[in-house]
């Protein structure tokens, strides 16, 4: 699950460092929020496998 935060955190991090104004460019746009994403399914799926493996 620290993985998963770290990703978010990274990604919201990146869409933050973007030179561009108002976040409009490539770390704004696309690789942000693509490693914002990845980073929410990686908890889902950290938090679906824990309650698969105590079912």
Avoid at 12 to 29: A, C, K, M, N, Q
């Amino acid at each position: 699950m620290f993985i998963g935060i770290g990703l978010i955190l990274l990604g919201f991090t990146l869409i933050w460092l973007d030179p561009e104004p108002h976040g409009r460019g490539v770390l704004g746009l696309t690789i942000g929020p693509l490693v914002t994403l990845s980073g929410f399914i990686f908890e889902f799926y950290a938090i679906f496998a824990k309650t698969e493996d105590n079912a």
